[in-house]
C-alpha cells in the first residue's frame, strides 16, 4: 500500500466541481470491488461538498476559495473541503426525507454524503468537512498522480 | 451535460440527459423544460439511459419541475436509471414521488 495525497485550491466556481472530481476519480486505481464506492459513493459526495463549501460556505463569492486535499492511507480514502465562510452546524439541517420536506428543492446534499460515506466529520467552526472511504488494501493512486 | 429534446407520438417531450446532472448545469434542463412547458406541452419523460450521475442539486431540479409542471395539469415520468441512480432515489425516498420506468419505451407507455 502507498500512502499518497493530492491537494488543490479551486476558484469559487461551480462549473469547475465535474472536471475537479474526475480528475480526484481518475486517479484512483480501482480494483473490482470497490470501483462502484468510488464511481459512485465518492464521485457525488466529493460533488455535494465542493458545491456546499462554494454555494453556501463562501457565498458564491468568486474570489473566494475551496481547498480540497485527497489522502490515501492505511486502505481510507479521505477528503477534506474547506472553505472560506464562517461556517454552519450541520446538526441543524432538516432530514429531506420527512414527509414536510420531500417536495424541497434543496437540503439533500449532507444526507447524500452520510449515507454514501463512511464517515462524514465537520470541524468545530463548520467551514471544512472530512468525507472517509474505506476501500481495500490493493486501492492506490498511480505513482505518477502525486500532485 | 448535453441532452437531446425529441417529440414522441403522444405528445411526450423526451429529454436525454448525457453524462452529469449536477450542479454545475442543472439549469440547462430546467430552463429547457420550462421553455416546453410554457409552450404547451404537459407530458415529459426525461431518460437516464446515457447519465453518469446526479447530485443532490439534479434531484431537487427534477423535484422542482414536478411540482411545476403538476400544477399546470402535467407530468414528468422518469426512465431508464441505472442502479446507482435508483440508489440515489431509494435513499432520498424520491422514488415514491415519480414514476420511474425501467425503460423509455415503458415510460412511454399509457402516457
Known sequence: ?147 | MAFDVKRETGEVVVFDVEGQLIVGNRQELKQAVLAELEGGARKFLVDFTNTGYIDSSGLGVLVSLSKKIREQGGELRLSSLNEDLRTLFELTKLDTLFRIADSREEGLQDF
Do not use: W
Not at chain 1, 493530492?6 to 486517479?27: G, K
Not at chain 1, 467552526?125 to 472511504?133: E, F, H, Q
Open chain 1, 1 to 147: 500500500m502507498i500512502d499518497r495525497e493530492l491537494i488543490f485550491e479551486l476558484p469559487n466556481d461551480l462549473h469547475c466541481i465535474e472536471d475537479a472530481v474526475e480528475f480526484i476519480v481518475s486517479r484512483c486505481s480501482t480494483c473490482q470491488d470497490v470501483a462502484r464506492k468510488l464511481r459512485f459513493n465518492f464521485r457525488v459526495s466529493l460533488v455535494e461538498a465542493l458545491s456546499n463549501a462554494m454555494i453556501y460556505g463562501n457565498g458564491r463569492d468568486p474570489a473566494k476559495r475551496v481547498r480540497l486535499e485527497v489522502h490515501l492511507r492505511s486502505g481510507r480514502l479521505t477528503a477534506r473541503v474547506t472553505d472560506q465562510g464562517h461556517g454552519f452546524n450541520p446538526l441543524r439541517v432538516p432530514d429531506p426525507t420527512a414527509p414536510e420536506n420531500i417536495m424541497e428543492e434543496g437540503g439533500r446534499g449532507l444526507f447524500l454524503m452520510k449515507k454514501l460515506m463512511d464517515e462524514v466529520h465537520y470541524n468545530e467552526r463548520g467551514n471544512s468537512v472530512t468525507l472517509v472511504l474505506n476501500l481495500s488494501a490493493s486501492q492506490t493512486f498511480p505513482d505518477q498522480a502525486t500532485a
